[in-house]
């Protein structure tokens, strides 16, 4: 953490919530490429910039950042694991993050598997040999770390882009 001023501290307030005021006419929703467009693009520039291990990180921190927010907004009535699956499992899909499925749920080592087909992230990306989606890592453990109070590490076992057509996921505690 540096103690630079700050401009852009993010809170839901920042990004606008009145979107009949914001977009009368265009609603709430955009196209995954525009999505895409901006991710992958900040993504270019941040790679050029401090190196792809680096650009990893900052992609995983925001995304770690961006769960947390998630969980805020809509994980607020999440009264234990079953319901917090439930949760995610809905709102992943209507917001068009993907669909998500919960593979391992193992409340005792509070270690989980789940899947993310169709991911907003990567589903449909050309094959390469890596799993690409470090944001989607940092958002799960938002997350899971939101709910629980502790400090998960997050970690994607397959991809689309690795040939599994579906983002695999597993949470576990150190
Ligand atoms: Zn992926």
């Known amino acids: 953490m540096n103690t630079l001023p700050r401009k852009y501290a993010f809170n839901w307030d920042v990004i606008g919530t009145d979107v009949q005021e914001a977009r009368?006419?265009?609603g709430l929703y955009t196209s995954f490429e525009v999505y895409r467009l901006l991710q992958?693009?900040?993504r270019d520039v941040l790679e050029s910039r401090y190196g792809t291990k680096a650009a990893d990180e900052i992609f995983r921190e925001?995304?770690?950042l961006a769960g947390k927010a998630f969980f805020e907004r809509y994980c607020a009535d999440a009264t234990d694991i079953p319901s917090l699956v439930k949760t995610i499992q809905q709102e992943f899909r209507t917001l068009g993050i993907g669909i998500v499925r919960f593979e391992k749920t193992d409340t005792k080592t509070m270690t989980f598997q789940l899947t993310v087909d169709e991911d907003l992230d990567c589903s449909g990306l050309p094959d390469?040999?890596?799993?690409?989606?470090?944001y989607d890592e940092g958002f799960i453990k938002g997350i899971f770390d939101s709910f629980t109070g502790k400090d998960f590490t997050v970690q994607e076992v397959d991809c689309w882009c690795s040939g599994a057509r579906t983002c695999r996921f597993k949470a576990t505690l150190p």
């Open 62 to 64: 925001a995304g770690t």
């Open 24 to 26: 009368p006419a265009l």
């Open 128 to 134: 390469t040999s890596d799993h690409i989606c470090v």
């Open 40 to 42: 992958f693009t900040l």
